[in-house]
């Protein structure tokens, strides 16, 4: 039995802050900018950057380069969950918070000794007092946080969840490629689909739920054929 409930809709603008840059995403952030379709850089200002390293002190390299080639898309960082900007840095005893989850109840931050690495590990938490490992690299929780930011931001979707059981679940499972990304542990999610399409399965209390959308129409019509034809029946 398949059931359906309705997302809330989802405003889709460019950037928060500075302007497109006319230099290419580097190589490190490639990945990222293909899925959303970015030719050029739209980072965040460096004066921003320095101004909040006054405080911080230097960020790690992943992190400031990231802010300068891609922080200020919307889309990409504000979808869903959150991105915090330089200047919106939150600090604990012992970690610096850097992206939180859309109604602050999770939060991603970087130990203050880990801080001096150039891409360190990432930690959870939900109560800033016990902190688990999400990712052991911080470019992974960035490709991470992107399919999953994506899956909400693309243009075409479903907009509704897909309620699945385990067995329709195995059948999504065994039509698409699944997508690795050890940068994202939390929430049981699995990752499918192809550049543009992306597909993904939450546990929920032994049954599962199912959201997908693509960045073109004609990746979601294709998409949107093949997961109705699996379940049909279900």
Same mark, same amino acid.
């Given at each position: /039995?398949?059931?359906?409930?309705?997302?809330?809709?989802?405003?889709?603008?460019?950037?928060?802050?500075?302007?497109?840059?006319? #230099?290419?995403?580097?190589?490190?952030?490639?990945?990222?900018?293909?899925?959303?379709?970015?030719?050029?850089? @739209?980072? =965040?200002?460096?004066?921003?950057?320095?101004? +909040?390293?006054?405080?911080?002190?230097?960020? &790690? +390299?992943?992190?400031?380069?990231?802010?300068?080639?891609?922080? !200020? %898309?919307?889309?990409?960082?504000?979808?869903? *969950?959150?991105?915090?900007?330089?200047?919106?840095?939150?600090?604990?005893?012992?970690? =610096?918070?850097?992206?939180?989850?859309?109604?602050?109840?999770?939060?991603?931050?970087? !130990?203050?000794?880990?801080?001096?690495?150039?891409?360190? &590990?990432?930690?959870?938490?939900? *109560?800033?007092?016990?902190?688990?490992?999400?990712?052991?690299?911080?470019? *992974?929780?960035?490709?991470? /946080?992107? %399919?999953?930011?994506?899956?909400? +931001?693309?243009?075409?979707?479903?907009?509704?969840?897909?309620? #699945?059981?385990?067995?329709? !679940?195995?059948? =999504?499972?065994?039509?698409?490629?699944?997508?690795?990304?050890?940068?994202?542990?939390?929430?049981?999610?699995?990752?499918?689909?192809?550049? *543009?399409? =992306? #597909?993904?399965? @939450?546990?929920?209390?032994g049954d599962y739920d199912l959201l997908y959308s693509a960045l073109r129409e004609a990746s979601f019509a294709a998409l949107d054929e093949?997961?109705?034809?699996? #379940?049909?029946?279900?």
């Amino acid at each position: /039995m398949v059931k359906v409930t309705k997302l809330r809709g989802i405003e889709k603008t460019e950037g928060v802050k500075g302007q497109p840059r006319t #230099l290419p995403v580097s190589e490190t952030f490639k990945e990222i900018a293909k899925l959303f379709g970015i030719k050029t850089q @739209i980072g =965040i200002e460096e004066t921003v950057i320095a101004e +909040a390293e006054k405080e911080t002190g230097p960020m &790690p +390299a992943v992190l400031r380069a990231y802010y300068l080639e891609l922080g !200020a %898309h919307k889309a990409l960082n504000r979808t869903q *969950d959150r991105l915090l900007g330089p200047d919106e840095l939150r600090e604990t005893d012992d970690h =610096i918070i850097f992206y939180t989850e859309n109604q602050d109840v999770c939060e991603w931050g970087i !130990a203050k000794s880990n801080w001096s690495e150039a891409d360190p &590990p990432v930690f959870r938490s939900y *109560d800033r007092k016990e902190w688990v490992l999400e990712a052991e690299r911080l470019r *992974d929780f960035l490709v991470a /946080m992107a %399919h999953w930011q994506a899956v909400f +931001a693309y243009e075409y979707s479903k907009e509704e969840f897909l309620f #699945l059981s385990p067995q329709a !679940a195995e059948k =999504i499972r065994a039509a698409f490629e699944h997508k690795t990304l050890p940068g994202f542990r939390c929430w049981d999610a699995e990752f499918f689909g192809w550049q *543009d399409a =992306i #597909l993904v399965l @939450i546990e929920n209390g032994g049954d599962y739920d199912l959201l997908y959308s693509a960045l073109r129409e004609a990746s979601f019509a294709a998409l949107d054929e093949t997961v109705t034809g699996l #379940l049909k029946w279900d």
